[in-house]
């Protein structure tokens, strides 16, 4: 493993060592979204290891600069949701900000991967361990897939998130799916 990539990961486990992701420690969410971004490269990987920083912490961004570049500290802000009142207004800000974004500028690229890195690794445990959570991300899927697709950019990733999404909808049509929750 690179020292960059070490460096970034030991940096986040510092900076997030007392929140949590769900149960978890949340260095186990940010190592997940690490191994998906892995096959994107060593950027992608210490990108995804900082993907929170910003947002969940006292870190500015130039201190990610300072430790990694301008590129990962530019890429780490594009993916930090911006300070809004609401879950709903955050996120729509931040679609906005993604939609924009020429993939072809080096820390856009590594932003919409890292994004979807992310929102992959948040469905999947969702979907094991928080419903509520889970039927959130399906609920925003529609405009998240609109602000972050880009044809050709982890098409694989994308096939995987919406199979995730399409199979949760599925299953909450399903009649058993609508009889054992009216039971609950």
């Not at 060593?42 to 910003?54: N, P, S, T």
């Amino acid at each position: 493993m690179s020292h960059a990539v070490e460096q970034a990961r030991e940096w986040a486990r510092v900076r997030h060592a007392l929140q949590r992701y769900g149960a978890q420690s949340y260095r186990c969410h940010l190592d997940h979204v690490e191994r998906i971004a892995a096959p994107y490269g060593e950027d992608a990987r210490i990108v995804a290891q900082l993907h929170d920083i910003l947002e969940d912490t006292a870190t500015r961004v130039e201190e990610i600069a300072e430790r990694f570049g301008p590129t990962i500290a530019r890429a780490v802000m594009l993916v930090t949701d911006p300070r809004k009142p609401t879950r709903h207004e955050r996120k729509r800000a931040l679609n906005q900000r993604l939609i924009a974004l020429d993939p072809s500028d080096e820390a856009a690229w590594l932003a919409l991967v890292v994004k979807t890195c992310d929102r992959l690794a948040n469905v999947i445990a969702s979907s094991e361990h928080s419903p509520p959570r889970f039927q959130q991300y399906q609920r925003e899927h529609g405009g998240f897939r609109v602000a972050v697709y880009r044809p050709g950019l982890c098409d694989n990733l994308w096939a995987e998130l919406d199979g995730l999404i399409d199979a949760g909808q599925q299953a909450d049509r399903h009649p058993d799916h609508q009889l054992h929750a009216s039971i609950s």
